[in-house]
Every structure is written in C-alpha cells, then in structure tokens.
C-alpha cells in the first residue's frame, strides 16, 4: 500500500537534502502516517484506514462520518 493519508491526500513530496558544503542530493519528506481503526456509530462497523496527523485531527474536529464523505467526494477514499 502506498503511503498517501486516506483522508487529507497527503503524500510524500522530493527535495534536496543539503549539507554543510551545500551540496544537494536528493531525498523524499514522507507524511507522519498511522494505521488507526474508527468506529462507526451510524452502521455500528470499524473501518482501518491510513491517516497522518493531520488528518487524525481533521476526524476529530468534524468526526469520522463527515471525513470520511469528504475523503471519498475528493477521490483520496477507494472503499
């Protein structure tokens, strides 16, 4: 499985690592993942899904119904 949040579409992004000298080589960031499991309460189900900081927060501000509409009209959702 790719590494890409499944409710904010985070993924990792290049660079360039650059060191004292100034010399550059390139390096990927990759987003802060967790494997977390969520329970539905309105179809009294858990769902696992692969989210990052970010997006643990985005569920806890909105809750996991709405992120998870959210997630699947933006297209980051497959299920």
Known sequence: MSRICQITGKK????NS????NRK???TFAPN???HKYFIPEENRSVSLKVSAAGMRT???IGITEALKRAK???YLNA
Do not use: D, F, M, P
Not at 12 to 15: A, D, Y
Not at 18 to 21: D, E, G, L, N, T
């Open 12 to 15: 990792v992004i290049t660079g």
């Open 18 to 21: 650059v060191s004292h000298s």
């Open 25 to 27: 080589t390139r390096r």
């Open 33 to 35: 993942l967790q494997e």
């Open 59 to 61: 569920i806890s501000k």
């Open 73 to 75: 009209a933006k297209g």
